[in-house]
C-alpha cells in the first residue's frame, strides 16, 4: 500500500476491529434464522472472511463512505437516460419541447434582462414570425444562418424560430474578429448571417470578404433606430410586418438532427464547430436540472454569453426545455451581481472559475448574503477559494460540473465535495463508461501495453479522460463537428478492447480512493485562460507572422490567484528587431482578449537549436521569472495595451497579487 492510502484508510483500519465484530455479531443472529440451513451460513461466514481479510476490507470501508452519494448519483443519472429515451422514442426536439412548456405558462417571463423581459408567449410569437420570415427569404431545410450578437432577451428566440424552419444556426462567438470570423463563416457553411447593431463595426471590416453572404441586422429593441449597414436587411422592421401565428409549414425536425452549430475555443485561431444535436440540447439542461433538484419556479441567474454552451444552452435551456425564468446579462459585472440576484430573486445562479474569483475581489458589502440563491451551477471553481467562497455568500450548494461542449464525458459533484469536478463509483463503475488513462504529461500522447491497448490509471495517478462513444445511446453519443477530419481526430480507439471507440477529452485529471475526480490540466497545445481554452499552435503561428516570420514559442504560465493559465510567448530575436508596439497591435486585430498572450520573452537564440520538447518544458518551467535567466521580458499592461518591461517591483506586485488580472 502507498504512503498516500495509507493516510487515506487509517480511519479504516481504526474501525477494522468494530467492523469484524459487527459482522460476527450479525452471523449469530443469522445462525439463529437460518439453523435449519447451515450451508447459507458457511455460505455468509466465508464470504465474510474474504471481504476483511488482506485489503478487501477497504471495499466495506468505501462504501460506507460513498454509499449515500452513489444512490443519488444513480437516481440522477437513471432519471435522465429514462427520460432521455422516452424524449428519443416520441421524436422530442427543442421545438416540440418549447410548444409543451409555453404552452403551459403563458404569462410567465421566460428572460429578463435589466429592466426588459419576454413572457413564453412573447418568445413563442417572435420565433414564430423569424420562421415565417425567413422561410419566405426562401432559406430551406438543412441550411445554415450565422448569428452573431451579444446577449439580449431575443437572442435565443432568434435561433429557435430558424429552428421551426430547420435551419441550422451558428453561434459564433462575439469577440472575434476578422480572418477568425470569417473562418467562422465558412466552415460552417453560413448561408446568411444575422447580427445584432452592436457587431455593425465587426461586419463592417470583414464585408467585403463575404460579398456572396447576405446580411441581416437585428436592432435591439434598446436602440430601434440604430443606423443599418449599408447593404444590409433591417431585420427588426422587417419581423414586425410578419404574422406571429404558429409556424407548422415544414416536416418535424427529428431528435438527432443538428440543431445549432457552437464554435469551440479549442483551437484559438481556427475555431471549431461543434455539432449540437436537438437531443444533446435536450440532455444538458435536463442533466443540470435534475442534478441540481431544480424546478420549474426557480429563477435562474445566467450572466454568462448566450454562444457559450454554459449560457446558451445550459442556462438558457433551464427557460426553453424546463420552464424556469431565466435572467440574463449583456456583460457579467462582478459588482452587480449579487445585487442582479437579489433584485430578480433568483434561486440559482451560475458561475464559471473566474466569476467566483472576481467576486471574492469586491469588497465585502450587504449585498454578499441578501440573496435567495440556494444553488451555485458552473465549472471551474478553484479548490483555493471553494470555501471562502462559500462562506462568505451563504451559498448553501455548489454543482460543480465537467464536460466539453461536443463531448459525452461528463461529471457532476452532487454533494459539493470542495475541489471536485465530479465522481464515479468505485464499486459500480461499469454503469457509465469514463476511464482515466496514463499518458505523457506534456504532450497528451497515450500510453498503451504490449497488447496495444490503454493502460488504466489508480488512484492519484494523473491520466486522461476518455469517455466512450455508443451511437445507440443518446448520454454517450459523439456528434462531432462540421469538419470530419477534426472529429476522427478526438475519436481514440482500441482502449479496452478491439474495435472499441472513446472520445479524447482532452484533459488530465486525477481520482482518489472514493471515486472523486479532480482536474490537473489541459494535455498537448491547449491551456485556459478567462474561461476559453487557448491553442498554442495557432497562437504562434498569429505571433511568428506579426514579427516576421520568427520562431516563436506559445504556452500557458500560471500565476498565484489566478484561475488558469496566462498566455507567453517566447520570441527568438537576436538581432532584436521585434517592434513590441507593432506587435501589440497586430495582436489586438489578429486575436480575441483572451488568446494574447501576457508576457513576451526574447530569445538570443531560436528555440529549436534544443529539441522542441526539451526547449518548451524549460520556458514552461521558468515561467516569467526574471530571476531564474537574463533574457528580457515584457507585461502587456492592460489600461495602455503596450508590452512594458517587467520589472522587479513589477514581478512582485503580479506575484503578490497587486496587479489585477
Known amino acids: 500500500m502507498t504512503e498516500k492510502s495509507e493516510v487515506r484508510f487509517e480511519e479504516a483500519e481504526k474501525y477494522k476491529n468494530l467492523i469484524l465484530t459487527s459482522i460476527a455479531v450479525i452471523c449469530v443472529f443469522l445462525s439463529w434464522l437460518v439453523r435449519q440451513y447451515p450451508l447459507l451460513l458457511g455460505i455468509i461466514t466465508i464470504l465474510s472472511v474474504y471481504l476483511l481479510t488482506g485489503d478487501r476490507y477497504q471495499w466495506?470501508?468505501?462504501?460506507?463512505?460513498?454509499?449515500?452519494?452513489?444512490?443519488?448519483?444513480?437516481?440522477?443519472?437513471?432519471?435522465?437516460?429514462?427520460?432521455?429515451?422516452?424524449?428519443?422514442?416520441t421524436g422530442t426536439t427543442v421545438v416540440t419541447r418549447w410548444a409543451k412548456v409555453a404552452k403551459k405558462t403563458p404569462d410567465k417571463e421566460a428572460f429578463v434582462m435589466g429592466d426588459r423581459s419576454l413572457t413564453f408567449r412573447q418568445g413563442d410569437e417572435f420565433s414564430n414570425r423569424m420562421a415565417w420570415y425567413f422561410k419566405r427569404q426562401g432559406f430551406k431545410t438543412g441550411e445554415v444562418i450565422a448569428l452573431f450578437m451579444e446577449t439580449q432577451p431575443e437572442y435565443v428566440f432568434l435561433w429557435l424560430g430558424l429552428a421551426k424552419l430547420r435551419v441550422?444556426?451558428?453561434?459564433?462567438n462575439t469577440n472575434l474578429r476578422g480572418a477568425q470570423l470569417i473562418h467562422c463563416l465558412r466552415i460552417a457553411g453560413c448561408k446568411a448571417v444575422v447580427f445584432g447593431d452592436e457587431m455593425a463595426d465587426a461586419i463592417k471590416a470583414i464585408q467585403s470578404e463575404i460579398p456572396d453572404i447576405p446580411l441581416f441586422q437585428f436592432n435591439s429593441p434598446e436602440r430601434e433606430n440604430a443606423p443599418v449597414l449599408q447593404d444590409t436587411i433591417p431585420l427588426a422592421a422587417e419581423l414586425n410586418e410578419m404574422t406571429n401565428?404558429?409556424?407548422?409549414?415544414?416536416e418535424p425536425a427529428k431528435p438527432r438532427d443538428t440543431l445549432l452549430y457552437i464554435?469551440?475555443?479549442?483551437?484559438?485561431?481556427?475555431?471549431?464547430?461543434?455539432?449540437?444535436?436537438?437531443?444533446?440540447?435536450?440532455?444538458?439542461?435536463?442533466?443540470v436540472h435534475t442534478s441540481g433538484q431544480l424546478v420549474s419556479s426557480d429563477i435562474i441567474y445566467d450572466p454568462l454569453p448566450l454562444h457559450h454552451t454554459a449560457g446558451g444552452v445550459l442556462g438558457a435551456g433551464q427557460c426553453l426545455i424546463l420552464g424556469c425564468t431565466v435572467v440574463l446579462r449583456k456583460k457579467f459585472s462582478?459588482?452587480?451581481?449579487?445585487?442582479?440576484?437579489?433584485?430578480?430573486k433568483c434561486t440559482a445562479a451560475q458561475y464559471i472559475g473566474e466569476i467566483c474569483r472576481y467576486l471574492l475581489t469586491v469588497p465585502p458589502s450587504d449585498n454578499d448574503r441578501a440573496h435567495n440563491v440556494r444553488i451555485v451551477i458552473g465549472n471551474g471553481l478553484r479548490p483555493q477559494i471553494w470555501q471562502e467562497f462559500v462562506d462568505r455568500f451563504g451559498v448553501k450548494r455548489v454543482l460543480e460540473f465537467y464536460g466539453a461542449t461536443e463531448g459525452n464525458s461528463n461529471l457532476v459533484n452532487l454533494d459539493s465535495k470542495v475541489g471536485a469536478i465530479g465522481f464515479l463509483s468505485r464499486l459500480v463503475s461499469s454503469i457509465y463508461p469514463l476511464t482515466l488513462v496514463k499518458c505523457d504529461e506534456v504532450t497528451g500522447q497515450i500510453l498503451r501495453n504490449e497488447n496495444g491497448r490503454c493502460i488504466n490509471c489508480g488512484p492519484y495517478e494523473p491520466g486522461l479522460l476518455l469517455g466512450k462513444i455508443d451511437p445507440k445511446k443518446a448520454i454517450l453519443t459523439f456528434a462531432g463537428y462540421a469538419d470530419k477530419t477534426a472529429s476522427e481526430k478526438k475519436m481514440v480507439r482500441n482502449v479496452r478492447v478491439k474495435g472499441d471507440c472513446y472520445f479524447n477529452t482532452g484533459d488530465i485529471l486525477e481520482m482518489d480512493y472514493y471515486g472523486y475526480f479532480y482536474f490537473k490540466d489541459r494535455t498537448g497545445d491547449t491551456f485556459r485562460w478567462r474561461g476559453e481554452n487557448v491553442s498554442t499552435a495557432e497562437v504562434e503561428g498569429v505571433i511568428s507572422n506579426l514579427v516576421g516570420l520568427k520562431d516563436t514559442v506559445v504556452y500557458g504560465v500560471l500565476?498565484?490567484?489566478?484561475?488558469?493559465?496566462?498566455?507567453?510567448?517566447?520570441?527568438?530575436?537576436?538581432?532584436?528587431?521585434v517592434d513590441l508596439k507593432k506587435l501589440a497591435d497586430?495582436?489586438?486585430?489578429?486575436?480575441?482578449?483572451?488568446?494574447?498572450?501576457?508576457?513576451?520573452?526574447?530569445?538570443?537564440?531560436p528555440p529549436l537549436t534544443a529539441t522542441f520538447k526539451l526547449k518548451k518544458r524549460v520556458l514552461m518551467e521558468q515561467g516569467f521569472n526574471i530571476n531564474v535567466h537574463n533574457d528580457p521580458i515584457y507585461f502587456l499592461d492592460q489600461k495602455s495595451g503596450t508590452f512594458t518591461p517587467l520589472t522587479q517591483k513589477l514581478y512582485d506586485d503580479i506575484i503578490q497579487g497587486v496587479i489585477r488580472l
Open 245 to 250: 401565428e404558429p409556424f407548422n409549414d415544414v
Open 334 to 344: 462582478a459588482s452587480n451581481y449579487w445585487t442582479d440576484v437579489a433584485k430578480h
Open 559 to 577: 500565476i498565484p490567484y489566478v484561475e488558469g493559465k496566462a498566455g507567453m510567448a517566447a520570441i527568438a530575436d537576436p538581432e532584436k528587431k
Open 168 to 172: 441550422t444556426t451558428a453561434l459564433v
Open 60 to 89: 466495506v470501508y468505501i462504501w460506507k463512505k460513498t454509499f449515500y452519494r452513489d444512490m443519488i448519483g444513480l437516481r440522477v443519472l437513471l432519471v435522465t437516460m429514462f427520460t432521455i429515451w422516452i424524449w428519443e422514442r
Open 263 to 287: 464554435y469551440t475555443s479549442g483551437t484559438t485561431g481556427f475555431p471549431k464547430a461543434a455539432i449540437i444535436t436537438n437531443i444533446r440540447y435536450l440532455l444538458i439542461p435536463l442533466g
Open 586 to 605: 497586430g495582436l489586438k486585430t489578429s486575436l480575441p482578449a483572451y488568446a494574447r498572450p501576457l508576457f513576451i520573452r526574447i530569445l538570443p537564440e
